[in-house]
């Protein structure tokens, strides 16, 4: 079983780990610890069996919601962990007034645009050469929320 909560500042040993696991480039424990202080962030972890498995963050910025990262430790891939914190990602996000979202993906990331459309997502254009490790370009992609107030249809 799958839990989803907050990220704290106990998590990031293991978050810092799964970062290394699944990037290029990956975030620094500081970036991480200021996240945690930001205002205007969301970050929560996936837990199964009191282990942190994944993580998933995004910047609210007025109506918008800009996912700032999603990774799941590889032994956890493929178990649906990053769907369910897109999910409750975007249903804390929809509290905070978020109505529309923004990710940023690389195109040879297959298993994510999979996810992405799955979910919703909508290629709406690229930023040429955004990732500086591989100069690979990024998809920009956007999912709009129902505005109800129940929040249907997330």
């Given at each position: ?8 500042y ?5 978050i810092?780990?799964i970062?290394?696991l699944s990037?290029?480039?990956p ?6 610890t200021?996240?945690?202080g930001?205002?205007f962030?969301?970050?929560l972890?996936a ?12 910047w609210?910025?007025l ?13 956890h891939r ?9 999910l409750?990602?975007i ?10 979202v ?7 990331n ?10 919703g997502f909508v290629?709406?254009?690229?930023r ?8 690979e370009d ?8 129902d505005?109800?107030?129940r929040g249907?249809?997330?």
């Amino acid at each position: 079983m799958v839990k989803i909560r907050p990220m704290d500042y106990d998590d990031l040993d293991r978050i810092i780990e799964i970062e290394n696991l699944s990037f290029p480039t990956p975030w620094s424990r500081y970036a991480f610890t200021c996240e945690l202080g930001n205002d205007f962030a969301i970050y929560l972890v996936a837990e199964v069996g009191g282990l942190v498995v994944g993580y998933s963050g995004m910047w609210v910025i007025l109506d918008e919601g800009h996912i700032t990262n999603v990774a799941v430790h590889p032994e956890h891939r493929g178990k649906q962990i990053a769907e369910s914190l897109l999910l409750e990602l975007i249903k804390a996000g929809v509290v905070r007034g978020v109505r529309r979202v923004t990710l940023e993906v690389r195109p040879s990331n297959r298993a994510a645009l999979n996810l992405y459309n799955r979910l919703g997502f909508v290629s709406a254009g690229r930023r040429k050469g955004y990732y500086s490790d591989t100069g690979e370009d990024a998809i920009i992609m956007w999912r709009h929320l129902d505005p109800s107030p129940r929040g249907e249809g997330l």
